[in-house]
Each structure stands twice: as C-alpha cells, then as structure tokens.
Nanobody, 123 residues
C-alpha cells in the first residue's frame, strides 16, 4: 500500500508562488497516475491537475491552466505542483492522489490519498 505525504503549503500573497510536494513511500508509485485535488471551505473537492506515470501526459482544470504545473520525479518517488500567480480563490487544502489506472479526473478512481496541505492566498 502506497502512502502519500504532501508538503509545501503555506500562506502567500496574491500573485505569489508555492511548490507543493507529494512524497510516496513505495517505488510502485512510478507506475501510478497522480493527481492533485483541492478542497476549499464550503465547497466540494475539486480536481486540479493530473499526470501520467511517465510524466508525458498532463491535464489541468481550466482555472489553473497557465499558472500551475504538475510534474514528477519517479527516481525520487515524488510528484510536484508548482503554483504561480496565485489568487485568493486558490485557497484550499490540496491533496495528492494516486492509482494504478490511467489518468482520470474522477476523485472516486484514486485509491491512495495524502493527508492534505493547506494553501492560503491573501489578497
């Protein structure tokens, strides 16, 4: 069973940047699709970005396109979410998730989840 641990969240001013990290406990992570989701207060959990197991395929929700970049380093069992030009509406708890299937935007497809990391963007 893969365990995922997110880090890198924090408080940043609007327009600033943060880089989130998702560290996996197992080398099987290299064969998993990975996604980032976020959960803002008062809203449902939202898909943000995904990356295939080779790192070649990526996909983003429209609201973060051009600002966020998902990547991975399978040698380090780690995935990343670089977030630039942050906006107050990006404030949420960010979760990474992984599963052994193909890329998907559906929360229910992802078997493994981290505990989340808080991102707060002040105006």
């Amino acid at each position: 069973q893969v365990q995922l641990v997110e880090s890198g969240g924090g408080l940043v001013q609007a327009g600033g940047s943060l880089k989130l990290y998702c560290a996996a406990s197992d080398r099987t992570f290299s064969g998993y699709a990975v996604a980032w989701f976020r959960h803002a207060s008062g809203k449902g959990r939202e898909f943000v970005a995904q990356i295939g197991w080779t790192g070649t395929y990526t996909y983003y929700v429209d609201s973060v396109k051009g600002r966020f970049t998902i990547s991975r380093d399978n040698a380090k069992n780690t995935a990343y979410l670089q977030m630039n030009s942050l906006k107050p509406e990006d404030t949420a708890v960010y979760y990474c998730a992984a599963w052994s299937g193909s890329v998907s935007t559906r929360e229910s497809d992802y078997r493994y989840w981290g505990q989340g990391t808080q991102v707060t963007v002040s105006s």
